[in-house]
Protein backbone atom coordinates (compact mmCIF):
# COMPACT_ATOMS: atom_id res chain seq x y z
CA UNK A 1 0.00 0.00 0.00
CA UNK A 2 1.23 3.56 -0.69
CA UNK A 3 0.43 6.10 1.44
CA UNK A 4 0.29 10.10 -0.06
CA UNK A 5 -0.02 13.40 0.57
CA UNK A 6 -1.52 15.88 -2.15
CA UNK A 7 -0.98 19.35 -1.57
CA UNK A 8 -2.66 22.38 -2.85
CA UNK A 9 -1.46 26.36 -2.14
CA UNK A 10 -3.41 28.88 -1.86
CA UNK A 11 -2.99 30.39 -5.28
CA UNK A 12 -4.11 26.41 -6.53
CA UNK A 13 -7.33 26.39 -4.36
CA UNK A 14 -8.34 29.53 -6.07
CA UNK A 15 -7.23 28.25 -9.77
CA UNK A 16 -9.54 24.98 -9.24
CA UNK A 17 -12.03 27.43 -7.78
CA UNK A 18 -12.27 29.37 -10.76
CA UNK A 19 -12.00 26.70 -13.34
CA UNK A 20 -15.11 25.26 -11.40
CA UNK A 21 -17.46 28.15 -11.16
CA UNK A 22 -16.33 29.30 -7.63
CA UNK A 23 -17.06 25.95 -5.96
CA UNK A 24 -14.32 23.47 -4.16
CA UNK A 25 -16.50 20.88 -2.40
CA UNK A 26 -16.85 17.71 -1.65
CA UNK A 27 -17.39 16.56 -5.19
CA UNK A 28 -14.19 18.62 -6.36
CA UNK A 29 -11.87 16.85 -4.55
CA UNK A 30 -13.46 13.81 -5.71
CA UNK A 31 -13.00 14.52 -9.28
CA UNK A 32 -9.39 15.91 -8.01
CA UNK A 33 -8.29 12.19 -6.71
CA UNK A 34 -10.16 10.35 -9.21
CA UNK A 35 -7.73 12.23 -11.63
CA UNK A 36 -4.85 10.41 -9.78
CA UNK A 37 -6.07 6.72 -10.79
CA UNK A 38 -7.29 6.95 -14.38
CA UNK A 39 -9.75 3.85 -14.25
CA UNK A 40 -10.17 1.77 -17.75
CA UNK A 41 -14.13 0.19 -17.83
CA UNK A 42 -15.07 -2.44 -15.63
CA UNK A 43 -11.89 -1.92 -13.32
CA UNK A 44 -13.01 -0.46 -9.61
CA UNK A 45 -10.88 2.07 -7.41
CA UNK A 46 -8.39 0.65 -5.71
CA UNK A 47 -7.51 4.36 -3.12
CA UNK A 48 -9.23 6.00 -0.23
CA UNK A 49 -8.91 9.88 0.82
CA UNK A 50 -9.21 12.37 3.07
CA UNK A 51 -9.55 16.37 2.63
CA UNK A 52 -7.82 16.97 5.88
CA UNK A 53 -8.44 20.74 5.07
CA UNK A 54 -5.69 22.67 6.09
CA UNK A 55 -4.52 26.59 7.13
CA UNK A 56 -5.01 30.02 5.11
CA UNK A 57 -1.83 28.97 2.76
CA UNK A 58 -2.49 25.20 1.78
CA UNK A 59 -5.26 22.41 2.09
CA UNK A 60 -4.13 18.57 2.71
CA UNK A 61 -5.41 16.14 1.30
CA UNK A 62 -4.46 11.81 2.68
CA UNK A 63 -4.82 9.50 0.07
CA UNK A 64 -3.87 5.35 0.86
CA UNK A 65 -4.14 3.31 -2.62
CA UNK A 66 -2.92 -0.08 -3.83
CA UNK A 67 -1.22 1.95 -7.09
CA UNK A 68 1.45 5.02 -7.07
CA UNK A 69 -0.88 8.23 -7.95
CA UNK A 70 -0.13 10.13 -10.90
CA UNK A 71 1.85 13.97 -10.58
CA UNK A 72 -1.55 16.03 -10.26
CA UNK A 73 -2.29 18.93 -12.53
CA UNK A 74 -2.56 21.34 -9.48
CA UNK A 75 -0.67 20.65 -6.60
CA UNK A 76 2.38 18.58 -5.54
CA UNK A 77 2.05 15.04 -4.09
CA UNK A 78 4.45 12.85 -1.66
CA UNK A 79 4.30 9.43 -2.07
CA UNK A 80 5.79 6.72 0.02
CA UNK A 81 5.05 2.81 0.35
CA UNK A 82 3.60 1.22 4.02
CA UNK A 83 5.76 -1.11 5.69
CA UNK A 84 4.13 -4.29 6.13
CA UNK A 85 5.34 -4.38 9.90
CA UNK A 86 3.65 -1.04 10.29
CA UNK A 87 0.04 -3.62 9.89
CA UNK A 88 1.60 -5.83 12.75
CA UNK A 89 0.99 -3.82 16.17
CA UNK A 90 -1.57 -5.13 18.71
CA UNK A 91 -2.94 -1.39 19.40
CA UNK A 92 -3.17 1.79 17.45
CA UNK A 93 -4.41 5.39 18.18
CA UNK A 94 -6.87 6.08 15.17
CA UNK A 95 -8.78 9.00 13.42
CA UNK A 96 -11.65 8.18 10.56
CA UNK A 97 -14.26 10.23 8.90
CA UNK A 98 -16.81 7.89 8.63
CA UNK A 99 -20.65 8.07 7.05
CA UNK A 100 -22.93 6.93 9.92
CA UNK A 101 -26.17 5.31 9.05
CA UNK A 102 -28.28 2.65 9.79
CA UNK A 103 -30.54 0.76 7.78
CA UNK A 104 -34.28 1.20 9.09
CA UNK A 105 -35.27 -2.62 10.21
CA UNK A 106 -39.15 -2.08 9.11
CA UNK A 107 -38.77 0.36 6.17
CA UNK A 108 -35.01 -0.54 4.84
CA UNK A 109 -34.55 2.48 4.25
CA UNK A 110 -30.79 3.97 5.17
CA UNK A 111 -31.00 6.58 7.79
CA UNK A 112 -28.61 9.03 9.26
CA UNK A 113 -26.97 8.62 12.44
CA UNK A 114 -26.59 11.92 14.11
CA UNK A 115 -26.89 12.37 18.04
CA UNK A 116 -23.28 12.05 20.17
CA UNK A 117 -24.26 9.15 21.94
CA UNK A 118 -25.43 7.08 19.17
CA UNK A 119 -22.92 8.09 17.17
CA UNK A 120 -20.30 6.47 19.93
CA UNK A 121 -22.51 3.69 20.47
CA UNK A 122 -22.75 3.16 16.56
CA UNK A 123 -19.01 3.32 15.87
CA UNK A 124 -18.38 0.67 19.00
CA UNK A 125 -20.71 -1.98 17.67
CA UNK A 126 -19.54 -1.79 14.48
CA UNK A 127 -15.79 -2.12 15.42
CA UNK A 128 -15.54 -5.93 15.65
CA UNK A 129 -17.10 -5.69 12.11
CA UNK A 130 -13.64 -3.79 11.15
CA UNK A 131 -11.17 -6.05 12.75
CA UNK A 132 -10.64 -4.02 16.32
CA UNK A 133 -12.23 -3.48 19.75
CA UNK A 134 -12.38 0.07 20.89
CA UNK A 135 -10.22 0.87 24.17
CA UNK A 136 -12.91 1.62 26.91
CA UNK A 137 -12.83 6.10 27.74
CA UNK A 138 -11.12 6.01 24.16
CA UNK A 139 -13.33 7.09 21.89
CA UNK A 140 -14.50 10.54 20.99
CA UNK A 141 -16.25 11.82 18.09
CA UNK A 142 -15.82 15.99 16.52
CA UNK A 143 -16.55 17.52 13.34
CA UNK A 144 -20.20 16.65 12.44
CA UNK A 145 -21.78 18.19 9.63
CA UNK A 146 -23.42 17.83 6.79
CA UNK A 147 -21.89 17.64 3.09
CA UNK A 148 -24.03 18.91 0.16
CA UNK A 149 -22.93 19.00 -3.39
CA UNK A 150 -24.31 18.50 -6.97
CA UNK A 151 -22.81 15.61 -8.36
CA UNK A 152 -23.58 15.01 -12.37
CA UNK A 153 -27.48 17.49 -12.18
CA UNK A 154 -28.14 15.37 -8.59
CA UNK A 155 -27.96 16.54 -5.06
CA UNK A 156 -26.28 14.53 -2.51
CA UNK A 157 -26.73 15.15 0.95
CA UNK A 158 -23.77 12.84 3.20
CA UNK A 159 -23.65 13.23 6.78
CA UNK A 160 -20.11 13.22 8.49
CA UNK A 161 -18.86 12.74 11.64
CA UNK A 162 -14.71 11.99 12.66
CA UNK A 163 -14.30 9.25 15.44
CA UNK A 164 -10.94 9.30 17.56
CA UNK A 165 -9.48 7.39 19.64
CA UNK A 166 -7.43 3.87 20.40
CA UNK A 167 -7.96 0.53 19.37
CA UNK A 168 -6.79 -3.00 20.21
CA UNK A 169 -6.76 -5.19 17.18
CA UNK A 170 -8.91 -8.32 17.29
CA UNK A 171 -8.94 -9.96 14.01
CA UNK A 172 -5.60 -9.22 12.48
CA UNK A 173 -6.27 -10.23 8.71
CA UNK A 174 -10.03 -8.13 9.08
CA UNK A 175 -8.20 -4.83 10.81
CA UNK A 176 -5.74 -5.18 7.63
CA UNK A 177 -8.75 -5.51 5.35
CA UNK A 178 -10.44 -3.03 6.36
CA UNK A 179 -7.13 -0.64 6.72
CA UNK A 180 -6.92 -1.27 2.71
CA UNK A 181 -10.42 -1.20 1.80
CA UNK A 182 -11.42 1.91 4.46
CA UNK A 183 -14.41 1.88 6.79
CA UNK A 184 -18.75 2.26 5.93
CA UNK A 185 -19.65 4.20 3.15
CA UNK A 186 -19.40 7.42 1.57
CA UNK A 187 -15.45 6.25 0.09
CA UNK A 188 -15.83 7.55 -3.40
CA UNK A 189 -16.20 11.19 -1.51
CA UNK A 190 -13.55 10.94 1.35
CA UNK A 191 -14.88 8.85 4.04
CA UNK A 192 -13.80 5.53 5.37
CA UNK A 193 -9.57 6.21 5.04
CA UNK A 194 -8.69 4.75 9.02
CA UNK A 195 -5.22 6.50 10.17
CA UNK A 196 -3.51 4.93 12.78
CA UNK A 197 -0.51 5.54 14.34
CA UNK A 198 0.78 2.19 16.17
CA UNK A 199 1.06 2.37 20.32
CA UNK A 200 2.60 0.04 23.18
CA UNK A 201 0.70 -1.46 25.60
CA UNK A 202 2.07 0.49 28.36
CA UNK A 203 0.76 3.73 26.66
CA UNK A 204 -2.78 2.36 26.24
CA UNK A 205 -3.15 1.42 30.22
CA UNK A 206 -1.75 4.65 31.24
Known amino acids: MIASVLCIS ?3 YQQI ?32 FVHKGGNFS ?31 QEYYGF ?11 KTGKIIPVTEKEKLLTWFTEKAPSFGFSVIPGSLSVGNTDVLQFEKEKKHVVLGKAVFTGRLHV ?14 GKGKAF ?15 DA
Not at 95 to 105: A, G, K, L, S, T
Not at 170 to 183: I, R
Not at 190 to 204: C, E, I, R, Y
Open 10 to 12: REQ
Open 17 to 48: RDMNQGVFDTYTVHKLIYSLFPLEEGETRRFL
Open 58 to 88: EKRILILSHDKPLDPEYGSIESKEIPALFLE
Open 95 to 105: EVQMNPVRRDN
Open 170 to 183: TDQQLFVHSFENGL
Open 190 to 204: GFGLLQVVPLDKASV
